[in-house]
């Protein structure tokens, strides 16, 4: 008997209509020939730090941090629950313990000779099911791998006759392994340290901060921009009747309108003749096939649906057999796929598309495909009228620009250009575009208008009649989903300007992209970010509007308070992590080496000597008693955001901020405020007027106090 453990019951199910007639049972569908069962995702997750320490208090302390494991141990998943006294306890869900139950009887029947592994197709997949195997299974059995790059029956069987040995994925489980390891590394050692010290809840990631320090970073450069003037000269004439418009490259500052002035009269006085007019016909190209950003992108653009929306309908989709696997990072096929492509081609011309088989190598690139090919149609097509509004404007957005990519007809342009030369002074190239046969565009939405140019010759003088005009900077823009997302794919990437003119060209040069993303440079993956990114939400870090990210004020206390505790969680930091993890997956190192970089990391954070001149300050923790209360004579203790007395229920108003004069005061001259009355003396304040100044602080009655005796 061949036992294949699905990731979830909606993947046993297909499995189930590919295999054939199955008798359902408890947990579990089985034939003569096949048993198929489930998990309901992860089943196990790693243990808390107590587990490691043999602490009994579940409460957090700066003791057992950091946290470096010898070995990492899993259990089965638990919740957080209360007690009826109010006592927080971790119970395993009966569900769960039912369930796994079942799989560990099913793996050690002696009837079952093969188990298979039908996780997901992606790293996650591959160690949810081999955790359960792992944690089952009581003998050796031979063990396969079931690779699903969609959910339809015909896919299913295929892959049932094409199994590999388990063996022959080890490198995935590796990476798979590493990132779980390294995340809850970061996430609960780094977690608890923030929180100790802040006294709020901070979700301290290795991914997480990165996104929110992004917009974070975004959002004040927004709201510390301040607008200059500036010229540039343009011209507005009309030559034949047909006006002319042609804008100068140099900027000139607020200062320089006399300089801009005099420009301007120089082009007027030397003249402008056209030196070339060109004009060809043109095939425009499509846009290339979604990988899951891409889709989430144009979704988010174009009918304001979340990442998280987006995700849960692409999934529903993907389950239902009608679209390939979700989370892929690529925009291209594989050319094992082309027989593939034929048949999904054939059956979409059904539906009346005029569609042809292309083999291109913008289309059809095994270099550009680490596990998953890009998100197509399958053969298998809905019922419209079966499906929700939004997923209809999923599978639609997906299915047209399969048909455009597919297209037979191409979008026919004619394409002009013509340089205007001023004297030795500066070339002025005016460009045109008009569509003459739409082709693929009849499918797929193309946003560009018609742009005619005038009609001139090589040789012709044109009226001219510059001038000084008056603009003025403009602040960055917010991210949207679509500019948030490209920055993770790659937050590296230095140009994107000729980006959409190379794709429509056909020359689509991304090969920059597709190395970062094969390095481990981006920030998340295509199967974590959605979900990361949702957390932040959740966390009140961030908001989405339309499709338009803005930082809120936990955000912004997340970043400020992190990095007064020297946590440099960055895209750097990030994206070296990233690249051990492909490194991991590629053979050049092990778990382990992955495992002791993230840990090397964490412990510089820990052991940081704290100073004015590197690390930020030292304020203490949470919940810190500094001294006593010069109003009352109770403790003061160090709060989330300041120094505040223990009798504030009593009335008493004794408060001090953690810094004064955009100074960080270090808890280390606090406790000596208080118990001598004054500190020594702090360089590095900074006055309404901006100028830095030195003082030493002493209590003044109810409030602190500059101190300037010399």
Same mark, same amino acid.
């Given at each position: 008997?061949?036992?294949?453990?699905?990731?979830?019951?909606? *993947?046993?199910?297909?499995?189930?209509?590919?295999?054939?007639?199955?008798?359902?049972? $408890?947990?579990?569908?089985?034939?003569?020939?096949?048993?198929?069962?489930?998990?309901?995702? &992860?089943?196990?997750?790693?243990?808390?730090?107590?587990?490691?320490?043999?602490?009994?208090?579940?409460?957090?302390?700066?003791?057992?941090?950091?946290?470096?494991?010898?070995?990492?141990?899993?259990?089965?998943?638990?919740?957080?629950?209360?007690?009826?006294?109010?006592?927080?306890?971790?119970?395993?869900?009966?569900?769960?313990?039912?369930?796994?139950?079942?799989?560990?009887? +099913?793996?050690?029947?002696?009837?079952?000779?093969?188990?298979?592994?039908?996780?997901?197709?992606?790293?996650?997949? %591959?160690?949810?099911?081999?955790?359960?195997?792992?944690?089952? +299974?009581?003998?050796?059995?031979?063990?396969?791998?079931?690779?699903?790059? $969609?959910?339809?029956?015909?896919?299913?069987?295929?892959?049932?006759?094409?199994?590999?040995?388990?063996?022959?994925?080890?490198?995935?489980?590796?990476?798979?392994?590493?990132?779980?390891?390294?995340?809850?590394?970061?996430?609960?050692?780094?977690?608890?340290?923030?929180?100790?010290?802040?006294? =709020?809840?901070?979700?301290?990631?290795?991914?997480?901060?990165?996104?929110?320090?992004?917009?974070?970073?975004?959002?004040?450069?927004?709201?510390?921009?301040?607008?200059?003037?500036?010229?540039?000269?343009?011209?507005?004439?009309?030559?034949?009747?047909?006006?002319?418009?042609?804008?100068?490259?140099?900027?000139?500052?607020?200062?320089?309108?006399?300089?801009?002035?005099?420009?301007?009269?120089?082009?007027?006085?030397?003249?402008?003749?056209?030196?070339?007019?060109?004009?060809?016909?043109?095939?425009?190209?499509?846009?290339?096939?979604?990988?899951?950003?891409?889709?989430?992108?144009?979704?988010?653009?174009?009918?304001?649906?979340?990442?998280?929306?987006?995700?849960?309908?692409?999934?529903?989709?993907?389950?239902?057999?009608? +679209?390939?696997?979700?989370?892929?990072?690529?925009?291209?096929?594989?050319?094992?796929?082309?027989?593939?492509?034929?048949?999904?081609?054939?059956?979409?011309?059904?539906?009346?598309?005029?569609?042809?088989?292309?083999?291109?190598?913008?289309?059809?690139? $095994?270099?550009?495909?680490?596990? &998953?090919?890009?998100?197509?149609?399958?053969?298998?097509?809905?019922?419209?009228?079966?499906?929700?509004?939004?997923?209809?404007?999923?599978?639609?957005?997906? *299915?047209?620009?399969?048909?455009?990519?597919?297209?037979?007809?191409?979008?026919? #342009?004619? /394409?002009?250009?013509?340089?205007? @030369?001023?004297?030795?002074?500066?070339?002025?190239?005016?460009?045109?575009?008009?569509?003459?046969?739409?082709?693929?565009?009849?499918?797929?939405?193309?946003?560009?208008?018609?742009?005619?140019?005038?009609?001139?010759?090589?040789?012709?003088?044109?009226?001219?009649?510059?001038?000084?005009?008056?603009?003025?900077?403009?602040?960055?823009?917010?991210?949207?989903?679509?500019?948030?997302?490209?920055?993770?794919?790659?937050?590296?990437?230095?140009?994107?300007? /000729? #980006?959409?003119?190379?794709?429509?060209?056909?020359?689509?040069?991304?090969?920059?992209?597709?190395?970062?993303?094969?390095?481990?440079?981006?920030?998340?993956?295509?199967?974590?970010?959605?979900?990361?990114?949702?957390?932040?939400?959740?966390?009140?870090?961030?908001?989405?509007?339309?499709?338009?990210?803005?930082?809120?004020?936990?955000?912004? &206390?997340?970043?400020?308070?992190?990095?007064?505790?020297?946590?440099?969680?960055?895209?750097?930091?990030?994206?070296?992590?990233? /690249?051990?993890?492909? =490194?991991?997956?590629?053979?050049?190192?092990?778990?382990? $080496?992955?495992?002791?970089?993230?840990?090397? %990391?964490?412990?510089?954070?820990?052991? #940081?000597? @704290?100073?004015?001149?590197?690390?930020?300050?030292?304020?203490?923790?949470?919940?810190?008693?500094?001294?006593?209360?010069?109003?009352?004579?109770? &403790?003061?203790?160090?709060?989330?955001?300041?120094?505040?007395?223990?009798?504030?229920?009593?009335?008493?108003?004794?408060?001090?901020?953690?810094?004064?004069?955009?100074?960080?005061?270090?808890?280390?001259?606090?406790?000596?405020?208080?118990?001598?009355?004054?500190?020594?003396?702090?360089?590095?304040?900074?006055?309404?007027?901006?100028?830095?100044?030195?003082?030493?602080?002493?209590?003044?009655?109810?409030?602190?106090?500059?101190?300037?005796?010399?």
């Amino acid at each position: 008997m061949i036992l294949i453990i699905a990731e979830k019951p909606s *993947l046993a199910r297909n499995i189930v209509a590919g295999i054939g007639k199955m008798d359902k049972k $408890d947990g579990y569908f089985e034939n003569s020939e096949y048993i198929v069962t489930w998990a309901f995702g &992860h089943l196990f997750s790693l243990v808390d730090i107590e587990s490691y320490t043999g602490s009994e208090s579940t409460r957090w302390t700066l003791t057992n941090l950091p946290c470096f494991p010898e070995k990492f141990r899993f259990e089965l998943r638990a919740e957080e629950k209360r007690t009826k006294d109010g006592k927080k306890v971790k119970a395993t869900d009966p569900g769960v313990k039912k369930q796994f139950a079942i799989i560990e009887k +099913l793996c050690n029947r002696t009837d079952v000779t093969t188990i298979v592994n039908a996780g997901d197709a992606d790293r996650e997949g %591959e160690i949810i099911v081999r955790l359960c195997v792992d944690n089952a +299974l009581r003998t050796n059995k031979e063990k396969k791998r079931l690779w699903l790059p $969609d959910q339809t029956p015909e896919t299913v069987r295929a892959a049932l006759a094409d199994m590999k040995d388990e063996s022959e994925y080890e490198r995935l489980a590796d990476e798979g392994f590493a990132r779980t390891y390294i995340d809850w590394l970061y996430g609960v050692n780094l977690t608890r340290y923030a929180t100790i010290m802040t006294g =709020k809840l901070l979700r301290v990631g290795r991914v997480i901060v990165p996104i929110v320090r992004a917009i974070y970073e975004r959002d004040m450069e927004i709201l510390n921009f301040k607008p200059e003037k500036y010229y540039v000269i343009s011209s507005s004439a009309k030559t034949h009747g047909e006006l002319v418009e042609l804008t100068g490259k140099e900027k000139f500052s607020a200062t320089e309108l006399e300089r801009a002035e005099a420009v301007a009269k120089l082009y007027n006085e030397t003249g402008a003749v056209v030196v070339s007019s060109k004009s060809k016909e043109d095939k425009i190209h499509p846009g290339k096939l979604y990988s899951l950003s891409t889709l989430q992108n144009v979704l988010g653009k174009r009918y304001k649906m979340s990442m998280s929306d987006s995700l849960a309908i692409i999934q529903k989709l993907y389950e239902e057999g009608y +679209l390939t696997y979700p989370r892929t990072n690529s925009e291209y096929l594989a050319t094992a796929e082309k027989d593939k492509m034929k048949t999904i081609i054939a059956n979409i011309a059904k539906l009346g598309y005029a569609v042809k088989f292309k083999d291109s190598k913008s289309i059809f690139d $095994d270099s550009k495909i680490e596990s &998953h090919s890009a998100l197509t149609p399958t053969y298998k097509i809905p019922d419209k009228s079966k499906l929700s509004e939004k997923e209809n404007q999923v599978y639609s957005t997906v *299915l047209r620009r399969f048909v455009a990519v597919f297209c037979a007809e191409d979008c026919i #342009a004619e /394409k002009s250009e013509i340089t205007i @030369r001023v004297g030795e002074y500066e070339d002025f190239v005016l460009k045109g575009t008009v569509i003459r046969e739409p082709g693929w565009t009849k499918y797929d939405e193309y946003t560009a208008k018609d742009k005619i140019l005038p009609k001139l010759e090589v040789g012709e003088s044109v009226n001219i009649d510059f001038s000084p005009e008056e603009k003025q900077t403009t602040p960055p823009k917010h991210y949207t989903i679509e500019t948030l997302n490209n920055y993770l794919k790659n937050p590296f990437k230095s140009d994107k300007a /000729k #980006a959409k003119e190379l794709e429509e060209s056909g020359e689509i040069d991304d090969a920059e992209d597709y190395k970062a993303i094969f390095e481990g440079l981006e920030l998340g993956t295509e199967a974590t970010r959605t979900g990361i990114i949702d957390n932040a939400k959740k966390s009140g870090y961030i908001d989405l509007k339309k499709d338009v990210y803005t930082i809120l004020d936990g955000g912004i &206390h997340l970043i400020t308070s992190i990095e007064k505790l020297g946590i440099s969680m960055d895209k750097y930091k990030t994206s070296e992590l990233g /690249k051990s993890l492909k =490194k991991v997956y590629h053979g050049e190192i092990t778990v382990d $080496d992955s495992v002791k970089l993230a840990e090397s %990391e964490i412990a510089k954070i820990f052991s #940081a000597v @704290r100073s004015r001149d590197n690390t930020p300050v030292d304020t203490g923790k949470y919940g810190e008693i500094v001294g006593v209360c010069p109003l009352c004579s109770r &403790h003061v203790v160090r709060g989330t955001r300041g120094y505040g007395c223990m009798g504030y229920a009593d009335g008493c108003k004794f408060r001090m901020g953690l810094s004064l004069c955009n100074r960080e005061i270090p808890i280390s001259e606090v406790k000596r405020l208080f118990a001598e009355g004054r500190t020594a003396r702090l360089d590095g304040f900074i006055s309404k007027s901006g100028k830095l100044f030195s003082a030493r602080l002493k209590i003044d009655g109810d409030k602190v106090s500059f101190d300037f005796d010399r």
